[in-house]
């Protein structure tokens, strides 16, 4: 089953969606669901449902025994206690029905409830229900409006103030940061990690965003750059740290230069480790940086559209969402919002 199919399916059981994230209720529960695969013999789609409590060992059983036959049950577990993450693997249309009724009334018949505080603002008292946190579930619907509202302003602050000069700093300044832990891990234990590795573009991304780099496809650049220049800096003081442990002398750079090329060919692949475990970091960053400021403006959009009234007793309807606090950050402009998802066509 393609993205389109299996789209056509969840439309037709009164979901909201933008890509592959799709939001509902059914049967008087929210949740959010995601495309992760489809192919010629099955789809793999992942289910997540909030509860205000811990998501009992009880629950997990009796979902296994649920679809048990009709489908291939991938993963299932309470990752943040409270949040219920199903992976589950269907062969069809009519499969991906009856699995997803399955599930859900599993979840009905748990005799768990709803979260009962705002996970925006931890206050009580929801009246609506959003994609929010760790899911779609119960919040306040000004909280929701309002952080859209400020994500949104944030990303037009960064389009027409953001500096390239600024974020080139950050950037400097948070791949240094990322190499640290790597130079301790080397020096101490005399381990080279892949993941301690991948921190340096991590870091100097995260340093681009804090001094408020503009999130163009230079930024990319930039944090690139930047990461493959700090490797060698790196492995010089891995090696003159090294040498201060062992022989309480500190390596110059031209030291380092003459012990480089005394070390020949193992020299050159300790550096090519670090530059291919980098590489991995790099990879991970280059998606969210690529996306930029546009997947930022469409997240905080989507999550406004996915806004519907709690009513009393946990029912929803696709009433008009509230209008935000007028004291607060402004209005979303749902002109420039996406036009994927529109409120008021849930159920």
């Not at 811990?54 to 296994?64: H, K, N, Y």
């Not at 979260?115 to 000004?142: F, T, W």
């Not at 193992?266 to 280059?286: H, K, S």
Request: hydrophobic share 45%; proline share 5%; net charge positive.
């Amino acid at each position: 089953m393609d993205l389109a199919r299996f789209t056509g399916v969840m439309e037709a059981r009164g979901c909201t969606h933008q890509d592959k994230t799709f939001c509902g209720t059914y049967q008087g529960w929210p949740f959010s669901a995601g495309y992760a695969r489809g192919g010629a013999r099955n789809t793999v789609f992942t289910l997540r449902v909030v509860f205000g409590q811990r998501a009992t060992a009880e629950l997990f059983r009796q979902m296994r025994g649920a679809v048990k036959g009709l489908a291939g049950l991938t993963r299932l577990s309470g990752n943040n206690a409270n949040v219920l993450l199903v992976s589950v693997s269907v062969k069809d249309d009519a499969s991906l029905e009856r699995v997803f009724d399955t599930l859900v009334q599993a979840v009905a018949r748990s005799g768990l409830s709803l979260p009962q505080n705002c996970p925006i603002c931890k206050a009580p008292g929801c009246d609506s229900v959003a994609l929010a946190d760790s899911g779609y579930q119960p919040v306040h619907a000004a909280c929701v409006l309002n952080k859209s509202a400020a994500q949104q302003q944030k990303v037009r602050k960064n389009e027409a103030g953001g500096s390239y000069g600024l974020g080139f700093l950050g950037a400097v300044l948070g791949g240094i940061v990322g190499c640290v832990p790597t130079i301790l891990s080397v020096v101490l234990a005399g381990v080279i990690s892949a993941w301690l590795c991948a921190l340096i573009p991590l870091g100097a991304y995260g340093g681009y965003r804090l001094l408020r780099g503009k999130l163009t496809r230079v930024a990319a650049v930039i944090v690139i750059v930047i990461s493959v220049v700090l490797v060698p800096i790196m492995h010089y003081f891995t090696v003159a740290f090294t040498l201060l442990k062992e022989i309480e002398v500190f390596a110059t750079p031209g030291d380092y230069i003459q012990l480089f090329q005394l070390a020949g060919t193992d020299g050159w692949m300790e550096l090519g480790q670090f530059l291919l475990f980098t590489g991995i970091g790099v990879v991970l960053v280059l998606g969210i940086i690529l996306r930029g400021n546009q997947h930022i403006w469409n997240e905080a959009a989507f999550a406004a559209a996915t806004l519907r009234p709690l009513q009393a007793g946990g029912a929803y309807s696709p009433l008009p969402q509230p209008a935000p606090a007028q004291d607060t950050a402004p209005a979303i402009n749902m002109q420039d919002a996406p036009a994927a998802a529109v409120p008021g066509e849930l159920e």
